[in-house]
């Protein structure tokens, strides 16, 4: 195997993880169905269950990333012909959107130019035009820095009678986030992002009244991979096999929820958020433009223009070959102009985040 670089990982996913969780992945395999694992198994829902903020019974970690996740919530719910209202403010909401077609639902899109919140008030006439079986929302958009307001369009989407889906891959243990308080039928997260656990698992979890849908559906699901109804049978009492979990990213799983549960949601919550802001501070006075609405900026991944007349590729280029710093760049409307700044579970601290400022000083001093 090649010898891989040093890296601090500020882009918008993975983020760094712990020496404790590396260490985790590296302990013996045992058996998917032996008994000493499946009593992790048991740990993991309750830990999860605790990062939602729900009792949902049916939480679990799925086998995949969080486009995993996003294709389960969907193909579960959705039958040819139902309709599906989903909020597209960027990448992963034109995802939603896409899946929900390919589900053969009617898909009513309530678009806004990227960097701007979805208007409530856009959810709630589509869902007065037509009845919708759900509405999809991406909590916290990876591609444009933005927080949907989602308790809102959760309440909107419920006294309309449909469904709730919600995107939170980069929002869990990030920033506040309460499935049963708001409302959430489905929520789907990723383990790369505030989790600090490398890529490989999607955390979700299934409302009852979600539950109901899917048990009384008059078509099969159509994935089998991502069905369910039988994925529950092994993650329940019944252990009945369905597929080999991933023993080892579920001992990493397990460690990152206990660092989680060590620090404290609230205290995670705020660490984000109070680094958050004193980064896109710090940004603004070197010249960025922050490209997110304000009052909507997630604390966690920073959409911001490089200062007039930088060239955002060359100058990302040099933070990771001479400081060995991760950005990401733009996409979609921001493509070429923009930086995706990730701070995230572990890559969320002071030190780190001083580092890459005085590294971003050097290399936009020289950039533009």
């Given at each position: 195997?090649?010898?891989?670089?040093e890296?601090?990982?500020f882009?918008?996913?993975?983020?760094d993880v712990?020496?404790?969780?590396?260490?985790?992945?590296?302990r013996?395999v045992?058996g998917?169905?032996?008994?000493?694992?499946v009593?992790?198994?048991?740990?993991?829902?309750?830990m999860?269950?605790?990062?939602?903020?729900t009792r949902?019974?049916?939480?679990f970690a799925?086998?995949g990333?969080g486009?995993?996740?996003m294709?389960?919530?969907?193909?579960?719910?959705?039958?040819?012909?139902?309709?599906?209202?989903?909020?597209?403010a960027g990448?992963?909401g034109?995802?939603l959107a896409?899946?929900?077609?390919?589900?053969g639902a009617?898909?009513?899109?309530v678009?806004?130019?990227?960097?701007d919140?979805i208007?409530?008030?856009?959810i709630?006439?589509?869902?007065r035009?037509?009845?919708?079986?759900?509405?999809?929302?991406?909590?916290a958009?990876?591609s444009?820095?933005?927080?949907q307001?989602?308790?809102?369009?959760?309440?909107i989407?419920r006294?309309?009678g449909a469904?709730v889906?919600?995107d939170?891959?980069?929002?869990?243990?990030g920033?506040?986030?309460?499935v049963d308080?708001?409302g959430?039928d489905?929520?789907?997260?990723?383990t790369?992002?505030?989790?600090?656990?490398?890529?490989?698992?999607s955390?979700?979890?299934?409302?009852?009244r979600?539950?109901e849908?899917?048990?009384?559906?008059?078509?099969?699901?159509?994935s089998?991979?991502?069905?369910?109804?039988?994925i529950t049978r092994?993650?329940?009492?019944e252990r009945?096999?369905?597929?080999?979990?991933?023993i080892?990213?579920?001992y990493?799983l397990?460690?990152?929820?206990?660092?989680?549960?060590?620090?404290g949601?609230?205290?995670?919550w705020?660490?984000?958020?109070?680094?958050g802001?004193?980064?896109?501070s710090e940004?603004?006075?070197?010249?960025?433009?922050?490209?997110?609405?304000?009052?909507?900026r997630?604390?966690?991944?920073?959409a911001?223009a490089?200062?007039g007349?930088?060239?955002?590729?060359?100058?990302?280029?040099?933070?990771?070959d001479?400081?060995?710093?991760?950005?990401?760049?733009g996409?979609?409307?921001f493509?070429?102009?923009?930086?995706r700044?990730?701070?995230?579970?572990?890559s969320?601290?002071?030190?780190?985040?001083?580092?890459?400022?005085?590294?971003?000083?050097?290399?936009?001093?020289?950039?533009v």
């Amino acid at each position: 195997m090649p010898t891989l670089p040093e890296r601090t990982l500020f882009g918008p996913g993975p983020s760094d993880v712990a020496p404790s969780v590396l260490e985790a992945m590296s302990r013996p395999v045992i058996g998917h169905l032996d008994p000493a694992f499946v009593g992790l198994l048991d740990e993991v829902g309750g830990m999860l269950r605790e990062a939602f903020v729900t009792r949902n019974e049916v939480t679990f970690a799925a086998s995949g990333t969080g486009s995993a996740g996003m294709e389960m919530a969907l193909v579960n719910l959705l039958s040819p012909g139902d309709r599906a209202v989903v909020g597209v403010a960027g990448v992963f909401g034109e995802r939603l959107a896409e899946i929900a077609r390919r589900c053969g639902a009617e898909v009513a899109e309530v678009s806004v130019p990227w960097g701007d919140p979805i208007d409530p008030a856009q959810i709630e006439a589509s869902l007065r035009g037509s009845p919708a079986k759900l509405v999809a929302i991406v909590h916290a958009e990876t591609s444009t820095g933005v927080r949907q307001p989602l308790e809102e369009i959760a309440r909107i989407a419920r006294e309309n009678g449909a469904l709730v889906v919600v995107d939170a891959v980069t929002s869990l243990a990030g920033i506040p986030l309460f499935v049963d308080e708001w409302g959430i039928d489905v929520c789907y997260s990723g383990t790369q992002k505030c989790l600090s656990v490398p890529p490989g698992l999607s955390p979700i979890t299934f409302s009852p009244r979600a539950m109901e849908a899917i048990r009384t559906r008059a078509t099969p699901v159509r994935s089998w991979y991502l069905d369910v109804t039988m994925i529950t049978r092994y993650w329940g009492a019944e252990r009945v096999y369905h597929h080999t979990a991933p023993i080892s990213m579920l001992y990493a799983l397990h460690e990152g929820l206990r660092l989680v549960g060590e620090e404290g949601l609230e205290a995670r919550w705020e660490r984000h958020r109070a680094l958050g802001e004193y980064l896109q501070s710090e940004l603004v006075g070197l010249g960025f433009e922050l490209l997110a609405a304000e009052g909507f900026r997630l604390p966690q991944l920073t959409a911001a223009a490089l200062p007039g007349g930088a060239d955002e590729r060359a100058a990302r280029k040099r933070l990771l070959d001479e400081f060995g710093i991760e950005v990401g760049g733009g996409l979609g409307a921001f493509a070429g102009r923009a930086w995706r700044i990730g701070l995230m579970g572990e890559s969320c601290r002071k030190e780190k985040l001083d580092r890459l400022l005085e590294a971003v000083r050097t290399v936009i001093g020289h950039a533009v």
